[in-house]
């Protein structure tokens, strides 16, 4: 498909054969909002845990239910509350403090 030139040596030539597809698959994955969203969701766990280490383990059944706010809680240590959605429930394993920078992560099945 690609050929070198007097202009641009052939591995010169594979480097930005790769960078064009590293390109596209990135947008194939942001253009989608699906995607997107599972893609902000791995990059946001993956920086917690490179942040901050967990705090603790704690199954979604030990966390209260608030039908008002339509929510999982679970108080923190230093009074803050750790908070999950319904639909976060499904797709997050770690939550934030409200408060603090202490995290939890969710334990979904025993």
């Not at 997107?36 to 199954?59: G, I, M, N």
């Amino acid at each position: 498909l690609f050929r070198s030139s007097a202009d641009v040596p052939a591995e010169e030539l594979k480097a930005r054969v790769q960078r064009f597809i590293e390109i596209d698959q990135a947008w194939k994955i942001l253009g989608n909002e699906e995607t997107k969203k599972d893609y902000d969701l791995q990059q946001r766990e993956s920086e917690l845990t490179k942040t901050w280490p967990v705090d603790a383990q704690v199954h979604l059944k030990d966390m209260s239910w608030d039908n008002d706010e339509e929510c999982h809680t679970f108080l923190c240590r230093c009074g803050g509350r750790y908070t999950l959605s319904k639909n976060e429930a499904e797709e997050v394993s770690l939550v934030c403090c409200d408060t603090c920078s202490l995290i939890i992560e969710i334990i979904k099945y025993s």
